[in-house]
């Protein structure tokens, strides 16, 4: 019987069982025990908390612009961690097609910028 995968099981197994402690086990002892109305309250920067919109009231949609550019931004390092791994291995195809996409996302990034999508109001 192969045992190479004893030990990943293993330390695996601690992982699960570490998170599963820290989220049932250590709340528990560390958390509140008397809950009164102040606890129980939403905190909002020292404010009381203000009522909502049946449907949760309206969210300004600058935080989903900023969400999507940093997923463009994220996936644009994800694709150039492996090109930076196996340059060596990979020639002069590999390294044009990478200057493309660079170009590409760089020239989305400079029409967001034009168009103020960068600027927090």
């Known amino acids: 019987m192969n045992y190479s995968y004893a030990p990943l099981l293993f330390f695996a197994g601690i992982g699960a069982a570490f998170a599963i402690f820290s989220v049932l086990g250590a709340s528990s002892l560390a958390g509140p025990k008397r809950y009164n109305r102040a606890k129980a309250d939403a905190y909002e ?68 910028w034009r168009r103020g999508g960068l600027e927090w109001d």
Do not use: N, W
Not at 46 to 75: C, E, N, W
């Open 45 to 112: 920067c020292g404010i009381q908390p203000s009522p909502h919109a049946d449907g949760g009231g309206r969210v300004p949609i600058k935080y989903y612009l900023t969400a999507m550019l940093f997923i463009i931004f994220d996936i644009e390092s994800v694709f150039l961690y492996p090109f930076a791994v196996s340059f060596d291995r990979m020639g002069l195809f590999a390294l044009v097609e990478m200057v493309l996409f660079v170009l590409t996302v760089f020239i989305a990034y400079a029409f967001v």
